[in-house]
């Protein structure tokens, strides 16, 4: 106590001043419209200028779970553009699923790609525990990427459709002609459409979709456009580059596809029919 007397005592003429200052300000401003706007103005400044800096700190601090939640909403936006009508195995209480659509779509980080070599495969930071398991077809909002080779709890491999043990099933988009994907080990950007009939029209720029035979992969997904054809095998079949809708040597996201109803359609298909005698 006796410290604090003896502060006020040595720095009195100071505290003083300072008081009587503070008094002349706070009248004047009040006193002087045009002070007193002033003085407002400048404390607005101050004021916006922090939380201007505080908002941007807090956006950085959860950009993950912005990102996270874009992901997700692509991916419903996704489910949704993939709604083809009926379905065999009737609702399915998870998330992004819907009645009316039989795909359900986890969106997940491409974390490791290859391209470079004859036979790539993707990494994927998703595996069982949200779902994901073999045969299932990945894209991205831009066209396809591959199917799922192999998935443990928290990753998934993906063989990409730049690897040269895949064939995948295409067709031109706005026909019935269906064709063969493949890629020979060589352009990342170029995949070929083989075993298409020569009676085809093909146009160089016409697009190429996921044919509706497929039942790893959702009907009209983009692949990409004509570049060139060719007949081979003795004029009987074209052969057709394609030039890829997706950069497959640069991948950041994409979504795994789950056909709700592939298990019921292998089933039928695999069912033989018997003439009672």
Known sequence: MQQIINFLIKYRNLLLYMSL???AL???IQSHSYHYNAFVHSTGNITGSFLSTRNH?????????????LRKENAL?????????????GDE????????VPYRVFPARVIKNDYSKRDNFLTLD????????EDMGVI?????VGIIDISNKRFSRVISILNSEISLNAQIKGSNIIGSLTWDGKDPYIMSLVDVPRLAQVTKGDTIITGRQSTTFPPDVLIGTIKSAQLVENGSRYQIEVTLFNDMTDLGTAYVIKNRDKKALTIIDTLTVRNDE
């Open 21 to 23: 200052m503070t008094l």
């Open 26 to 28: 706070v009248f004047t």
């Open 57 to 69: 700190i807090y956006d950085y601090l959860n950009l993950a779970d912005e990102n996270e939640r």
């Open 77 to 89: 936006l996704r489910m949704k553009s993939l709604s083809t009508g009926d379905t065999l195995l």
């Open 93 to 100: 209480t998870t998330f992004l699923f819907s009645e009316d």
């Open 126 to 133: 998703i595996g069982s525990e949200q779902g994901v398991k």
């Open 140 to 144: 991205t909002t831009d066209g396809i």
